[in-house]
């Protein structure tokens, strides 16, 4: 990724914890207004990428910059400009929902008392109740309101709607999708449920084993990989088909499903039309294409 | 393998268990060895003691069965239902077996009557192993049931309670034998029931070591809370006066400065504890005196703990320095924040422990000497001159909190080393060695505060400044 005003910068960054290499010589730039989906499995480095962006960890080599300072020494000043959702759900458990709420907003010149209002309402957030005693997902849902009520310029989310019932999650995807609409606005969401990243991202990062497998537009990934229907016009299919780049294939009489990286529609058409072949042509989830490229 | 046998290895595969077992180890010696005195010095009470030491591993070994009982996997496994009772009969009678034998060289009895005085003996001390089992499974932290053995020490004092028992054993077998049929036919029934896993699975219950983890104590904590809450609304949470004066304190300072995370953090430690009702405050003094009084009237220095206790304590209280919630600190506003709140911390304990030397100073005044079977006590104030140990203790526990952080076990080791030190120190400090005063000179102590503070802004600094932050 490479651009002319960074809100972060990864330099050739490595971090090891003991014996295992979480981020290996890691490069990237993120530019304001991108919506970044942060794929990987579980001990991917995910995580440790994010707080390597907000200086909750330092590099063993390399270095990171987050608002052009270094992510060791980011201050008060750039940190309210940072809003985390993070995967321990570390809150203060012996106040209130409001007493929390209201500690924390003191921190922030910009909070905002009408997006707080809103969220507590659409969430149906319990005010009264000790911070300690709420569910998993009721935590999930104030970690997030603590996140985006000061309306952060950079708004990192580790794993925000794990916890949520299906009717949160599609709240808070409604939320996001207004949040998003200030193109001013960077959001890094690590995720596992991709069915949702996938409405709301404009740019993938694919991760596995500390290096990054893929940075690149969702566009362009969606482009690099195709899956089309063959169905023959004369008879069974031949068991080699002249597609390039082919990754999965099943032939099945008259009818194969085919995916295939690298190739246009029209070189896939021309193709069809050279075997007397109808094809139709579908776009892949953000599932399918991250299971093509991890595997 | 059994799936019973697999759970016995339990006793061997945790590590920690390996302390305990040697610890124990010890202390069976020494009964052992106070047995055969008993033996030959004719003062049977100490047959009985293998009681205490029965109930303290009791507990532990019925930490291991719950510890699996509650886990939500362990429901479903199969043919686990009848596994903790099978566990607990299978550890308890040998251990009560094995210290029934010592009545065998019980003075003065022929073989019969030896025999009953084993099986007597072997009833008697599954009676306690069941009772520390039963404590064990009832309350949701184990630590409750070290809570009797303070009053067993205490009625052995006062009415011989170790003669008492043995001549129980002895002189009423039949009796002793019956009840421990009996109560081991409860426990057979109880640890049996079908809905055991049900009840259990998926509860929070304190395994073994969980008292040194600091998460779980501080669920533990909340669920604690929680219950009272549900008994008597608003009194576990914070005083709305208190919430307003520290968001007050944080509104009125600058934004971002340094001045806002110290409040911010002097809110996070003790807005909780000065909402704290006045009945809890009560409740604590209540509590306070009489411990304070029972300290003083024994001999030696072992009332030198009193104030060296919260010095202890301080490593179970945060500095927030590896806190992830989503607050505007930079790591130079963690470092001052946990700087202050260690400093505020250290001279609000020196200022208590203070007060309560103070008071004992007083109560020494009019305190009357008391006698109990022959023996006397005199109340004996605590010396001023150790309440300058909490400034020195803590900045090490705190150091030793930053630096173990993740690690709670090696937490409280290092922590009870430096609480030794101290604590041996101030007894050792009003003794004559080979006709050597030993005595800590007020140089000694200013060669040592700076010592101690610079070792912990060191570690607090690069900690704060260099190192991962998040729990």
């Not at chain 2, 060289?105 to 001390?125: D, H, K, Q, R």
């Not at chain 2, 039949?174 to 079908?194: E, Y």
Request: aromatic fraction near 12%; include cysteine.
């Amino acid at each position: 990724m490479i651009n002319e005003n960074p809100i972060a910068q990864i330099h050739n960054v490595s971090k090891k914890f003991r014996k295992i290499q979480a981020l290996d010589s890691i490069n990237l730039d993120i530019s304001r207004g991108q919506i970044i989906g942060l794929l990987g499995a579980n001990g991917a480095g995910k995580s440790t990428l994010l707080r390597h962006i907000i200086g909750l960890y330092l590099p063993d080599k390399g270095q990171c910059t987050t608002f052009q300072t270094d992510a060791a020494k980011l201050s008060p000043k750039e940190l309210s400009r940072i809003g985390y959702v993070h995967q321990e759900g570390e809150l203060l458990d012996w106040m209130t929902v409001k007493q929390l709420i209201n500690y924390v907003s003191a921190y922030y010149k910009t909070w905002n008392k009408d997006l707080q209002d809103r969220y507590i309402k659409d969430f149906d957030i319990s005010l009264t109740d000790r911070v300690g005693s709420l569910s998993p997902g009721q935590r999930q849902k104030v970690s997030i309101l603590l996140a985006i009520a000061f309306e952060p310029e950079l708004l990192i989310l580790d794993e925000p709607a794990s916890a949520l019932d299906p009717i949160a999650r599609s709240c808070f995807l409604d939320l996001l999708l207004q949040i998003i609409q200030d193109e001013n606005r960077t959001i890094i969401i690590s995720s596992h449920i991709l069915s949702d990243v996938e409405k709301v991202i404009d740019h993938t990062l694919i991760m596995r084993k500390g290096q990054i497998l893929h940075d690149c537009s969702f566009d362009s990934l969606r482009e690099k990989y195709t899956r089309f229907t063959l169905t023959s016009l004369n008879g069974p299919l031949p068991a080699e088909l002249p597609f390039e780049n082919t990754i999965t294939s099943q032939i099945n009489g008259s009818k194969a499903v085919i995916t295939v990286q690298d190739s246009s529609k029209e070189q896939l058409q021309a193709k069809a039309k050279n075997l007397n072949c109808e094809i139709e042509i579908k776009p892949l989830s953000l599932e399918e294409i991250y299971k093509i490229v991890v595997s | 393998m059994t799936i019973l046998q697999a759970n016995l290895k339990h006793l061997y595969q945790r590590k920690s268990f390996w302390f305990i077992g040697l610890f124990f180890g010890f202390i069976a010696f020494a009964i052992a060895n106070a047995i055969f005195l008993a033996i030959t010095g004719n003062s049977t009470g100490a047959f009985a003691s293998p009681i205490i030491w029965i109930f303290c591993v009791s507990v532990f070994i019925a930490s291991l069965p719950i510890d699996v009982l509650t886990k939500p996997f362990s429901y479903c496994l199969p043919g686990h239902r009848k596994i903790p009772r099978n566990f607990l009969f299978s550890v308890g009678l040998p251990l009560s077996f094995l210290w029934s034998l010592s009545f065998i060289f019980y003075p003065g009895l022929n073989i019969i009557e030896t025999s009953l005085a084993c099986l007597s003996a072997f009833s008697t001390f599954t009676i306690f192993y069941w009772f520390a089992v039963w404590c064990v499974f009832k309350f949701k932290n184990w630590i409750i049931a070290f809570a009797f053995i303070p009053l067993i020490m205490l009625g052995n004092q006062l009415i011989n309670l170790g003669t008492i028992t043995t001549f129980a054993i002895v002189e009423i077998p039949l009796l002793m034998i019956l009840s421990g049929t009996a109560v081991n036919f409860i426990a057979w029934n109880h640890w049996g029931k079908t809905d055991l896993a049900r009840r259990y699975s998926g509860q929070f219950w304190m395994a073994a070591f969980d008292a040194w983890n600091m998460k779980k104590m501080s669920k533990y904590k909340q669920i604690k809370s929680a219950e009272r809450d549900k008994k008597k609304p608003n009194s576990t949470k914070i005083n709305s006066s208190v919430e307003n004066f520290f968001i007050s304190r944080i509104n009125r300072t600058e934004i971002g400065s340094s001045g806002q995370h110290i409040w911010g953090g002097f809110y996070k430690t003790f807005g909780l504890t000065i909402s704290q009702q006045r009945y809890d405050w009560m409740r604590f003094l209540i509590l306070i005196l009489p411990i304070l009084c029972f300290l003083c009237y024994m001999p030696a220095g072992g009332k030198n703990i009193i104030l060296m206790m919260p010095g202890l304590m301080v490593i179970y209280m945060s500095l927030w320095v590896h806190s992830s919630l989503s607050i505007t600190a930079g790591r130079r506003q963690r470092f001052w924040s946990a700087l202050a709140l260690a400093a505020t911390v250290t001279i609000l304990i020196t200022l208590a422990v203070t007060l309560l030397a103070i008071i004992t100073q007083l109560l020494e005044m009019v305190m009357p000497p008391l006698t109990v079977k022959g023996h006397e006590f005199t109340f004996s104030a605590l010396n001023i001159n150790y309440s300058v140990m909490p400034i020195l203790m803590i900045p090490l526990m705190y150091t030793i909190a930053l630096i173990f952080h993740k690690k709670p076990i090696l937490t409280m080791f290092f922590a009870m080393i430096v609480f030794q030190v101290f604590f041996i120190t101030s007894i050792v400090s009003n003794l004559k060695i080979m006709n050597h005063k030993i005595l800590i000179t007020p140089l000694q102590i200013a060669i040592m505060l700076p010592l101690v503070w610079a070792i912990f802004i060191t570690t607090l600094r690069r900690i704060s400044m260099k190192a991962c932050l998040t729990n």
